[in-house]
């Protein structure tokens, strides 16, 4: 990576307004930000628009009936350890009432997130435990007070649903408590169809100027929304500087994945994810790579280092992760194998035994004398003993792993433990 890519990602990731490339027009700088800034919205309305356009509706539930795997292509990063369940509300009309079933010593979550990706609320087993029970659901502006009251930034909002399947044998008695999610409102207008991240600058910014009039951004945003209000309110801008910054925008998309600080052969989530506040940056490089990710605080999320810290792995070779016999985490635990495409997205991929991720539900798991847990990664099956614990790979091309711990103890969350590194074999 040269220097120009370098200080561009840096820019990115730190969000440091203002920082310019040597002999760079400050307007390519403010376009390269507003690009980052407007993505949250843009990749939350792209999901929306592929989930209604398979027949879903506003204000009402959609249950997924089986666990994702290499076909889903709709939200990147997906897990293989839950049902999802998914609302798209709109609260322009009203409150809208959501249900959650009793779901004794099950995992469940119901993350409601905003228009810019922030999670306003995470219900579920972490904060209410197995109980379940009726919540409102309310708008900006909506008085409306109670302890089962809950308040979203933004007039629509993205309701998304994990419900664990433990092993093979529990998906029925699994889908039996999905069922008992449910969300009702009043009845939605389809909202409008949006342009997607690749669309030509002039284009997206126009795309992100009615986002951000339908699902404004905080008070706290207004001074970066007022130094960008050519490209995210209405205004001139200058063409080329625009294009200079967008490209500027998507070079860092690509490559913000394998930038990032891995810490024995992992890169552990920041405290904010979740709840991003001005990390507009990071904000940005989540939506991208792992839309509607949970509050560390509900899930950690550690992306593999990869090869040559990368992020990436491309080796054909045999791959070995280790695990201790106990994991400091009150829920559950898996890695996730994912290919890698070239815009910087992950998901699943197809493979001889359909298996997409390994972890504590998996059945015939060969844990050694001691307890500890050798898995295996390859593009091929290791054989022998080592069958029994394989993640397949891709059988070409570049792939990614993220190892997901769901109610993790203070030790995690703190960095007191860490993984040992997955190595090469």
């Not at 990576?1 to 969000?15: D, K």
């Not at 990710?293 to 899930?299: D, I, N, T």
């Not at 993220?402 to 993984?419: H, I, K, V």
């Amino acid at each position: 990576m040269n220097r120009r890519e370098l200080l561009a990602v840096a820019g990115a990731l730190g969000f440091a307004p203002g920082l310019a490339l040597a002999g760079e027009d400050p307007s390519a700088t403010i376009a390269r930000d507003a690009w980052l800034f407007a993505l949250p919205w843009i990749e939350m309305a792209t999901t929306r628009g592929r989930v209604l356009k398979r027949g879903a509706r506003t204000n009402r539930i959609y249950h997924r009936r089986d666990l994702s795997d290499h076909q889903d292509r709709s939200v990147t990063t997906p897990n293989n350890d839950t049902l999802y369940s998914l609302a798209w509300i709109d609260l322009t009309q009203g409150p809208v009432t959501l249900t959650i079933p009793p779901s004794g010593k099950r995992y469940v979550s119901a993350a409601i997130l905003n228009m810019f990706t922030d999670n306003d609320v995470v219900l579920g087993t972490r904060v209410n435990g197995g109980e379940g029970g009726v919540f409102t659901i309310v708008g900006p502006g909506q008085s409306l007070e109670g302890d089962r009251v809950v308040r979203v930034l933004t007039p629509h909002a993205w309701v998304l649903v994990r419900t664990l399947v433990d092993g093979p044998a529990d998906m029925a008695a699994a889908r039996a408590v999905q069922s008992g999610f449910k969300v009702s409102g009043s009845k939605a207008a389809k909202p409008p169809a949006y342009l997607e991240r690749d669309a030509e600058p002039d284009a997206y910014f126009a795309t992100a100027r009615a986002l951000l009039a339908a699902d404004p951004p905080r008070a706290v945003d207004a001074a970066f929304v007022q130094r960008a209000a050519g490209l995210l309110t209405e205004g001139p801008f200058d063409a080329a500087a625009m294009a200079a910054g967008v490209a500027q925008a998507k070079a860092i998309a690509r490559l913000a994945s394998g930038r990032v600080a891995f810490i024995n052969g992992w890169s552990y989530p920041k405290p904010n994810l979740g709840f991003h506040g001005v990390d507009y940056g990071y904000r940005a490089i989540v939506a991208l790579q792992g839309l509607g990710a949970l509050p560390v605080a509900e899930a950690m999320y550690m992306k593999a280092a990869g090869d040559n810290d990368t992020g990436l792995y491309d080796g054909d070779g045999l791959y070995r992760l280790t695990l201790p016999a106990q994991l400091p985490l009150d829920g559950f635990w898996s890695l996730s194998m994912y290919e890698a495409t070239p815009d910087g997205q992950y998901f699943f991929t197809d493979n001889p035994i359909d298996r997409y991720a390994i972890g504590d539900r998996t059945p015939g798991l060969k844990r050694q004398a001691d307890g500890t847990l050798d898995l295996w990664i390859s593009r091929t099956d290791p054989g022998g003993d080592r069958s029994a614990n394989w993640l397949p790979a891709p059988k070409s091309g570049p792939f990614s792993m993220t190892l997901r711990t769901y109610l993790p103890r203070a030790e995690l969350l703190s960095g007191q433990f860490r993984f040992a590194p997955i190595v090469k074999v």
